[in-house]
């Protein structure tokens, strides 16, 4: 993965994000620098830390578009999960696994800690280049709108892990939910005081395969 | 699930190696977000202090229970045998070791976040202020409460256990194995075996029926 011509673009667009504001909505830089496909070693070779340092210091307005959309687009992929999404997502969570740490390195920068733990509403721009049904969701998931980024990103990659096709095959899920209702049967008296609580998780996870297959 | 073992009842569930390295990357990630308490001093460290690691330990955190079974079961479902054959780590590439290293940083992770769960009998046979502070295990709201400690602690089934015992066992010995064998690098050696003791110590700590069950194997195998 990741030729020599995409990571001399990767280069390229990194050096433009350290020189000078990058404005959220210039769509074509951004999207390119999502879908240049890049492993997690080449991303980690191009960007050094002391480039990392350099965007936290001097162009945190970059920075905050970076996280912003990074995190936006995992929970557009949980969301509607169409498969050739899934490299994008990859991408971002790459780059994410290189910025975070630098990010909380200080502990003191209100600005950092205000990206990750602000209550924010995602901005529609962002969710509506990734599918053009990006409009219901958003009057779907109303509150889950207003939740802290950080909130967000830990369940976005819960979630991200148990996708189907990506993550597990989708026969072994269905193998799993069929031992979790098997367990609602369970006859041990501790098990069945927890019953409402696994029917409900049971319910909830064949209600999320449902509308996953749904959408393919 | 991604590997039988803990958890799972049924046997059928298979290994699905496919989507290793996807894992990994998504792991990397938490790894990474879940890394603020590197930058805090060893004297003013507090288990509770991360956020981050708040949000993902708290109750209703999605998939916490499929997450936590796969993760203690490729950890202690992998076997760094591999083929049998020596050298054959040298010319298969073992996916799935890397995301049982990964695996095993997550799990240190989560499960170093909040305070121990006690049974309620333990703390009324000591009432005195001097105990160590924990959380009731139901007490969802309470700081340090932490789903995947609840997780552990509800495993108990004797075949669970065994196959716990017999995880650590394997791979705590194969960092014996590999340095004593007679061909150099023939074994694939395992880099995660002070984890594996942190996870060991947890599961002690944790799961009231490890300690006998382990004392017990140990005097009548």
Same mark, same amino acid.
């Given at each position: 993965m990741g030729g020599s011509s995409s990571k001399a673009q990767f280069t390229?667009?990194?050096? +433009?994000?350290?020189?000078?504001?990058?404005?959220?909505?210039?769509h074509d830089f951004w999207d390119e620098l999502w879908k240049t496909p890049l492993s997690t070693e080449d991303i980690f070779a191009l960007i050094s830390p002391d480039a990392v340092r350099k965007l936290i210091k001097e162009r945190p307005s970059n920075l905050q578009t970076l996280f912003t959309q990074a995190v936006a687009?995992?929970?557009?992929? !949980?969301?509607?999960?169409?498969? !050739?999404?899934?490299?994008?997502?990859?991408?971002?969570?790459?780059?994410?696994?290189?910025?975070?740490p630098f990010m909380l390195e200080d502990s003191s920068n209100e600005d950092i800690r205000g990206l990750f733990?602000?209550?924010q509403v995602i901005p529609k721009s962002l969710t509506a280049e990734e599918s053009g049904d990006a409009a219901e969701e958003e009057t779907q998931g109303e509150y889950q709108e207003t939740e802290p980024l950080a909130v967000i990103l830990v369940n976005s990659l819960f979630h991200l892990l148990f996708l189907p096709g990506t993550y597990?095959?989708?026969?072994?899920?269905?193998?799993?939910?069929?031992?979790? !209702?098997? +367990?609602?049967?369970? +006859?041990?008296?501790?098990?069945?005081?927890?019953?409402? +609580?696994?029917?409900?998780a049971c319910l909830q996870i064949s209600a999320d395969?449902?509308?996953r297959c749904w959408v393919r | 699930m991604w590997a039988p073992g803990v958890g799972s009842v049924e046997k059928s569930v298979a290994y699905s190696t496919q989507y290793d390295g996807n894992r990994v990357d998504i792991l990397r990630v938490l790894i990474a977000i879940f890394s603020d308490a590197l930058y805090q001093s060893p004297s003013s460290y507090d288990c509770c202090a991360s956020l981050w690691l708040e949000v993902?330990? &708290?109750?209703?955190?999605?998939?916490?229970?499929?997450?936590?079974? &796969? =993760?203690?079961?490729?950890?202690? @479902?992998? /076997?760094?045998?591999?083929?049998?054959?020596?050298? @054959?780590?040298?010319? #298969?590439? /073992?996916?799935?070791?890397n995301l049982m $290293?990964?695996?095993?940083?997550? =799990?240190?992770?989560?499960?170093?976040?909040?305070?121990?769960?006690?049974?309620?009998?333990? /703390? $009324? #046979?000591?009432?005195?202020?001097?105990?160590?502070?924990?959380? &009731?295990? /139901?007490?969802? $709201?309470? %700081? @340090?409460?932490?789903?995947?400690?609840? =997780?552990l602690s509800n495993i108990e089934s004797v075949d669970e256990?065994?196959? =716990?015992?017999? @995880?650590?066992?394997?791979?705590?010995?194969?960092?014996? %194995?590999? %340095?004593?064998?007679?061909?150099?690098? &023939?074994?694939?050696?395992?880099?995660? $075996? %002070?984890?594996?003791?942190?996870?060991?110590?947890?599961?002690?700590e944790d799961i009231p029926k490890f300690m006998p069950y382990v004392l017990r194997y140990v005097y009548f195998p």
């Open positions: 390229h667009l990194i050096s +433009r994000l350290l020189s000078a504001d990058v404005d959220p909505a210039e687009q995992l929970y557009q992929v !949980v969301e509607t999960p169409y498969p !050739v999404y899934f490299d994008q997502a990859l991408n971002c969570a790459r780059l994410l696994s290189r910025l975070v733990w602000n209550k597990v095959c989708a026969c072994i899920f269905a193998c799993f939910l069929i031992l979790l !209702v098997s +367990r609602l049967h369970d +006859r041990r008296p501790e098990h069945r005081l927890r019953r409402g +609580r696994r029917q409900h395969v449902g509308t | 993902a330990t &708290s109750v209703d955190a999605p998939y916490a229970d499929i997450l936590f079974y &796969s =993760l203690i079961n490729v950890v202690l @479902g992998y /076997d760094p045998m591999g083929w049998g054959v020596p050298y @054959g780590n040298l010319v #298969a590439k /073992d996916t799935l070791k $290293e990964t695996a095993v940083h997550v =799990l240190v992770i989560l499960l170093d976040y909040g305070y121990p769960l006690r049974p309620p009998a333990i /703390d $009324e #046979a000591n009432p005195t202020a001097a105990h160590p502070i924990y959380v &009731s295990p /139901d007490d969802t $709201e309470a %700081q @340090g409460f932490n789903v995947f400690r609840r =997780l256990l065994n196959f =716990l015992f017999k @995880g650590f066992s394997r791979l705590l010995n194969n960092v014996h %194995q590999a %340095q004593c064998t007679y061909l150099p690098y &023939s074994i694939t050696k395992i880099d995660v $075996e %002070q984890e594996l003791l942190v996870l060991l110590w947890k599961c002690l």
